[in-house]
């Protein structure tokens, strides 16, 4: 497989990339800057997207521990995916302008997507589970009351956006992606993930990515092979 092939903000997308890549260096890389980098190992929240998985399951993930050949298939939206220039704010962006939720704005975009996913989520029924959906992102500087007060506003609402507009995705196929760095093996069945282990008996392991991502971000580890489980 010579590329990886998903969706970023609604548009059909091709990457290259080494198997350590993150998806937060990838987009960075491509002008996407409004997601931020606080810290690259999964504490703040600020580097936020949230990834549609074939099925339609929507979820928050830090894209800084997310490996970029992980999303063959998936679609990923991003804060630019949002609004559109001149259209109006998304009611995630609109509820924090509204509630005053955002001073320095480096955790913003962060806190966006989380509430974006928050309107798409039909769980979030009680004050404790609006608290810990916001529990993945860090600010230093509003303070958390306005932001909860901007997800209570959309938890649930389910707006007619862009996402809700979506394609349906095809169901997952396995991945082998080469490139100069190595190479990447998503396996979908047991014949072929132990005929991967066989061909690469050094490969990483990876199922999620959020330690060995600490790996890649914090201690530079590069990889020959690696294995998505
Ligand atoms: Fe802090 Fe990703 S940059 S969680
Ligand atoms: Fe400054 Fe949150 S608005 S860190």
Redesign the pocket.
Known sequence: MAVIAFRLDGVATSADPAPHETLLDWLRGRGKTGVKEGCAEGDCG?CTVVVVEPGGVRRTVNSCLVLVPSLQGRSVWTVHGLARPGAPLHPAQAALVDTL????????PG?VMCLVEACHRDDLDAAWRRADQLSGN?????GYRP?QAALDRVAGTRPDDALSAEAPLEPDQPVAHAHAAGVYLAPTDWDALWQARADHPDARLVAGTTDVGLDVTQRHARYAAVIDL
């Open positions: 600020a939720g955002s001073q320095c704005g480096f955790c913003t806190f860090l600010c230093r500087c509003t932001i």
